[in-house]
Each structure stands twice: as C-alpha cells, then as structure tokens.
T-cell receptor, first 117, second 117 residues
Framework: GAVVSQHPSRVICKSGTSVKIECRSLDFQATTMFWYRQFPKQSLMLMATSNEGSKATYEQGVEKDKFLINHASLTLSTLTVTSAHPEDSSFYIC?????????????FGQGTRLTVV | AQTVTQSQPEMSVQEAETVTLSCTYD???????LFWYKQPPSRQMILVIRQEAYKQQNATENRFSVNFQKAAKSFSLKISDSQLGDAAMYFCAYRSARGSGTYKYIFGTGTRLKVLA
C-alpha cells in the first residue's frame, strides 16, 4: 500500500508553546487528508478534514484556532497545536486519500505522541 | 448520523483457534464501505479487510473473513488459526460512498484481542 509518514513520532513541549506535526504522502498525491486524535485505550476521533489548497473542515467541538491545519501541497499537511496545554497531550494520527473517487482508500501515518509538560 | 458500535472491549483466543469480533453500525445510507483495522502496539493503523455494501459476498483475506449482514447492520470479523502476531486493537470503521467526496471514516471504540500461547 501507499506510505504516509508523520513527523515527529514523539514530541514533548512546554505548556504555552506551539508544536507542528507534519503528515506526508510519500508515493502518491493526497487530495484529502484527515487528522485524528486518539486518547489512551480509546478510538480515533476525527478532528478535521483538509483538501489541498482549501481551508480545513473541522468537526464539531474542535477549536480551529487551536488546531491549525494547513494542506499547502498534495503531499504535505501540517497540524499545529497552538498554545499547547497538558490536556492537549494525546496521540495524533493523520491519514491521506489518493483522489476523490468513492472506492479510494485512506492510508494512515504512524502517529505522533504529543506530551505537554 | 452514522454510528459504529463494538460491544466487546476485550477478547481472548488461544493460539491456532478461531475468534470472532463483533461490530454493528447504524446508517440510513445504502452505499457505503465497512472496514476492519488492526492497531498493534506500534499504533500504526493497518487495514485488515474491507467490504462494499453492494457486494453480497463476504470479503476474505487469508485467515481473515467477515460476516456481513446488511439488513441487520452487522459486520463481524473472524480470525482463523490465530497467531501471536494477531494480538492488537481492532477497530471497525464505516465510510460513506457518497456525499461531498471527503468520505470520512467513523470508527468504533475498538476490541483488544489477546492471543494466548
């Protein structure tokens, strides 16, 4: 299958600072990327959907000013957690779709563990 | 809105035996996809198997097969000849095949599978 790479895999930041997580599709062009948040022993909760060149669509309850998503190219999307606080500590996963056809699969990155201290 | 329910938080199976993981979903749509994803300790999401709602034949992938009951909105995963490497968290997921084209995934809460040697 296609490869989606997230960087960094782990990050520790101080409370009040911002941290950026990158999601890259290595061998295909991703027209749509998704960002998920996963708390320990829980499911993946969709945070937002981004299409290349347009603003991200956020799920209800997700603060768009806190979780900034940029999908500037067909191979790169970034999630920036602004003014991070300990409650933002979580596991963040991105996935990317090739094209917009109904049967196109999404491929997942390996995730980023964010710890805010 | 669509929902996905996994009622078994944890399951155990003896190595080489067969285990079935349950999943039910709710939707008013007729055109959709269902998936089973495996999430091992590495947290990388791995696609195990997928089923298109319009296909009556149950999908199979080697030791993995599904029992898709569209009328009952049930989608169970059977793992035959269980191996130690099958131990992981398993998520059932739903994706619409219609709409705006973003095709969001909706995940269940997961079932942790333990394989006993």
């Amino acid at each position: 299958g296609a490869v989606v790479s997230q960087h960094p895999s782990r990050v520790i930041c101080k409370s009040g600072t911002s941290v950026k997580i990158e999601c890259r599709s290595l061998d295909f062009q991703a027209t749509t990327m998704f960002w998920y948040r996963q708390f320990p022993k829980q499911s993946l909760m969709l945070m937002a959907t981004s299409n290349e060149g347009s603003k991200a669509t956020y799920e209800q309850g997700v603060e768009k000013d806190k979780f900034l998503i940029n999908h500037a190219s067909l191979t790169l999307s970034t999630l920036t957690v602004t003014s991070a606080h300990p409650e933002d500590s979580s596991f963040y996963i991105c996935s990317a779709r090739l094209g917009s056809y109904r049967d196109t699969e999404a491929f997942f990155g390996q995730g980023t563990r964010l710890t805010v201290v | 809105a669509q929902t996905v329910t996994q009622s078994q938080p944890e399951m155990s199976v003896q190595e080489a035996e067969t285990v079935t993981l349950s999943c039910t979903y709710d939707t008013s749509e007729s055109d959709y996809y269902l998936f089973w994803y495996k999430q091992p300790p590495s947290r990388q999401m791995i696609l195990v198997i997928r089923q298109e709602a319009y296909k009556q034949q149950n999908a199979t992938e080697n030791r993995f097969s599904v029992n898709f009951q569209k009328a009952a909105k049930s989608f169970s995963l059977k793992i035959s000849d269980s191996q130690l490497g099958d131990a992981a968290m398993y998520f059932c997921a739903y994706r619409s095949a219609r709409g705006s084209g973003t095709y969001k995934y909706i995940f269940g809460t997961g079932t942790r599978l333990k394989v006993l040697a």
